[in-house]
T-cell receptor, first 108, second 113 residues
Framework: LAKTTQPISMDSYEGQEVNITCSHN???????ITWYQQFPSQGPRFIIQ???TKVTNEVASLFIPADRKSSTLSLPRVSLSDTAVYYC?????????FGKGTKLSVKP | DSGVTQTPKHLITATGQRVTLRCSPR?????VYWYQQSLDQGLQFLIQ???????AKGNILERFSAQQFPDLHSELNLSSLELGDSALYFC????????????FGPGTRLTVL
């Protein structure tokens, strides 16, 4: 089973780009990588999903190298409202493994 | 609002008791997932149902069981409760499989005294 590792916390300032990396050395061939955002007392919310290379949507980009053993969530120009916990999720058919989460604090 | 509803919002019970948590998925979603979130273990996948059938099993204890009914709502049953079962329990739903985006409910906070 894939085990995921993320930094426990990160600090940033408004307007900066933030990159959060997740390691998943044992990722299986049919596993996808998904990132979620969670605010206190709320359920996680989907940000982005990918399998390999680069995926971009209106809120984030996801970079996955060829070996797929890690992934990087990129948040462009963060604001105070991006202060939250960010989780990477690795899985497909079968078990779903969440990382422990990265607490992002955005300061003015 | 994700469209996923969970009841009750809070539940306080005693050790040894049994409780049932209920989840209604988003309209049209066939898959339901259950997760446990605690401070020390983080978010742990428990079990997934797809259109009434068990599809995948994670770190679910034998004291826990779940089912998905014909109307697609799901229930998570927790029995012989222990202090360590105190946690936030989330239900999520997706259109089809685990490859789809999951929509999480607001959670049920279970406190075992």
């Amino acid at each position: 089973l894939a085990k995921t590792t993320q930094p426990i916390s990160m600090d940033s300032y408004e307007g900066q780009e933030v990159n959060i990396t997740c390691s998943h050395n044992n990722i299986a061939t049919n596993d996808y990588i998904t990132w979620y955002q969670q605010f206190p007392s709320q359920g996680p919310r989907f940000i982005i999903q990918g399998y390999k290379t680069k995926v971009t949507n209106e809120v984030a980009s996801l970079f996955i190298p060829a070996d797929r053993k890690s992934s990087t969530l990129s948040l462009p120009r963060v604001s105070l409202s991006d202060t939250a916990v960010y989780y990477c999720l690795v899985g497909g058919q079968g078990n779903l493994i969440f990382g422990k989460g990265t607490k992002l604090s955005v300061k003015p | 609002d994700s469209g996923v509803t969970q009841t009750p919002k809070h539940l306080i019970t005693a050790t040894g008791q049994r409780v049932t948590l209920r989840c209604s998925p988003r309209s049209g979603d066939l898959s339901v997932y259950w997760y446990q979130q605690s401070l020390d273990q983080g978010l742990q996948f428990l079990i997934q149902y797809y259109n009434g059938e068990e599809r995948a099993k994670g770190n679910i204890l034998e004291r826990f069981s779940a089912q998905q009914f014909p109307d697609l709502h799901s229930e998570l049953n927790l029995s012989s409760l222990e202090l360590g079962d105190s946690a936030l329990y989330f239900c999520a739903s997706s259109e089809r499989t685990t490859y789809n985006e999951q929509f999480f409910g607001p959670g049920t906070r279970l406190t075992v005294l």
